[in-house]
């Protein structure tokens, strides 16, 4: 039953990636105001505001893949379910990293959230080493 709750959990985690994947592409904004991934630190000199968006719209969209995969192969009760969450959530805490603006306002809108949920994930998965399933 564990294994269920944790598939599903990884599986929402990528899902809530697709939403920053809106946002970054302007398909729709998450809250009113809200203009992340603006004034990426690391790339909005480098690409500007659209190739900015561009990159991580792409980089969510590999993430939230990442998640759903690891989430189905907890469902399917394979061994590499482990491996894939771990290097997902190093990817995913990474681009959020290199697209913050750099300001301390608002870190909830900008991916704070999802990088604590996400150390939260590494801590469980490697230094606890759970959870730990049957297969």
Same mark, same amino acid.
């Given at each position: 039953?564990?294994?269920?709750?944790?598939?599903?959990?990884?599986?929402?985690?990528?899902?809530?990636?697709?939403?920053?994947?809106?946002?970054?592409?302007?398909?729709?904004?998450?809250?009113?105001?809200?203009?992340?991934? =603006? $004034? *990426?630190?690391?790339?909005?000199?480098?690409? !500007?505001?659209? +190739?900015?968006?561009?990159?991580?719209? %792409? @980089?969510?969209?590999?993430?939230?893949?990442?998640?759903?995969?690891?989430?189905?192969?907890?469902?399917?009760?394979?061994?590499?379910?482990?491996?894939?969450?771990?290097?997902?959530?190093?990817?995913?805490?990474?681009?959020?990293?290199?697209?913050? =603006? $750099? *300001?301390?306002?608002?870190?909830?809108?900008? !991916?704070?959230? +999802?990088?604590?949920?996400?150390?939260? %994930? @590494?801590?469980?998965?490697?230094?606890?080493?759970?959870?730990?399933?049957?297969?």
């Amino acid at each position: 039953m564990i294994n269920i709750l944790f598939g599903i959990f990884f599986v929402l985690h990528g899902l809530v990636h697709l939403l920053y994947f809106g946002q970054s592409g302007g398909y729709f904004e998450l809250q009113p105001g809200m203009v992340w991934p =603006d $004034g *990426s630190w690391a790339f909005s000199r480098l690409l !500007g505001e659209a +190739g900015n968006r561009n990159l991580a719209s %792409i @980089l969510l969209v590999l993430a939230a893949i990442g998640f759903v995969i690891g989430g189905v192969g907890i469902f399917a009760k394979q061994a590499w379910w482990r491996p894939a969450v771990i290097a997902t959530t190093v990817f995913s805490s990474v681009i959020y990293l290199l697209l913050w =603006d $750099g *300001s301390l306002q608002h870190l909830d809108n900008k !991916g704070g959230i +999802g990088i604590l949920i996400n150390l939260a %994930i @590494l801590s469980a998965l490697l230094a606890f080493r759970w959870p730990k399933f049957e297969f």
